[in-house]
């Protein structure tokens, strides 16, 4: 099953090259002009984007350098106990719809202090692997468009990643029998 | 609200610095996270050079609209806000399967193209509008196949099942997506509320 999926996320790129410049093909495109028009483009998006990288990486870094993260942590305690939520694994839970590499950072420390396959691991695991950096994403994608105003959507995509917390949580107790 | 927040995290920081008497921690991060952004950036511009460039080849050959298409009978309840077959829907299609798929670096480029083809037909452009939302809500609780960076940290640190955890991932991820879908159609139907302009 795992060896079927990575096999085809090896096969969907150079595939998906295939089928697009075989359609241009057929359809007459000039292929190179469409692609440096549209590389193009693609180079000065990434430039008009570095000031929201450097803004949102810049915040992060210095709150959790400060040493803000630990002292959000004990305040949480009292929720997090109860809810019978190891408090070992808040800080990874805190920190990762705020940054991708300071999450996979604590998450990567959290499965070699307690090992892979103790409750710890599995659970720094799998929350890990089936959350995204939530914030980080929102600033980057309405930043790119020019937004300011998000509405809904930051209470609501980090709504989802608590409930996707918890059901890591809860399936982690389920499959492995804690 | 992204500017009381922004601003809380660095007043935050600097005042407990101080009161640690720790500037220092302020300066060194500071130095470190600028540098590790733009390096982020550099590596972002020719993925997104590359991906943009092939996608307008796409475009160009009318793919971006036949999967629009394609897609039409699912988006059309998922985003009623976009006309039928906007190549809005394309990219979205495109970034949520490279998602799934684990292909991150390919998924951002699409994304950041589906934003642009709604940013067109939004009427207010300084605010998101309710497709953008739901787009990014399940953009961020996609479902998840493939974990394959913690699978590769588990192998280092030598566990005697490092894909054992695709599961769990799998299943918290159907919880999250579904969750994410429910939570956001429950909050537009109440916020358009009487408004039949949307």
Known sequence: MVAVISALSDWAIPTMIL???????IRHVNIYEAFIEGAEQGFQLAVHLIPYFLAMMVAIGVFRASG????????????????????????LAILRPLSGGGALGVSTELINTFGPDSFIGRLASTMQGSSDTTFFVLTLYFGSVGISHYRHAMILGL???????????????????? | MLNKFWTFLIMVAIILAFWRSQPEVITQSV????????KYAFELIGLMA?????????????????????????????FPS???DHPALGFIVLNISANILGLGNAATPFGLKAMEEMQKCNNRKDTASDAMITFLVVNTSCIVIIPA???GIRYAAGSAAPAEIVMTTFL??????????FLDSLVRRWKNRGDRTW
């Open chain 2, 149 to 151: 960076t913690i699978i």
């Open chain 1, 19 to 25: 089928l697009i410049f075989g359609a241009a093909i």
């Open chain 2, 82 to 84: 976009l006309p039928k």
């Open chain 1, 68 to 91: 803000a993260m630990e002292i959000l942590t004990i305040l949480l305690k009292p929720i997090t106990d109860f809810l019978q939520i190891p408090s070992d694994i808040l800080p």
């Open chain 1, 159 to 178: 709504a989802a990643d608590l409930i996707t917390f918890l059901a890591s949580i809860f399936f982690v107790r389920l499959f492995f029998g804690y």
């Open chain 2, 50 to 78: 590359f991906w943009l460039g092939v996608m307008n080849v796409a475009q160009k050959a009318g793919l971006v609209d036949l999967l629009a298409k394609i897609v039409q009978p699912l988006t059309r309840h998922i």
């Open chain 2, 31 to 38: 130095l470190d996270s600028t540098s590790a952004s733009v």
């Open chain 2, 172 to 181: 918290a991820t159907c919880v999250g997506m579904i969750s994410a879908l």
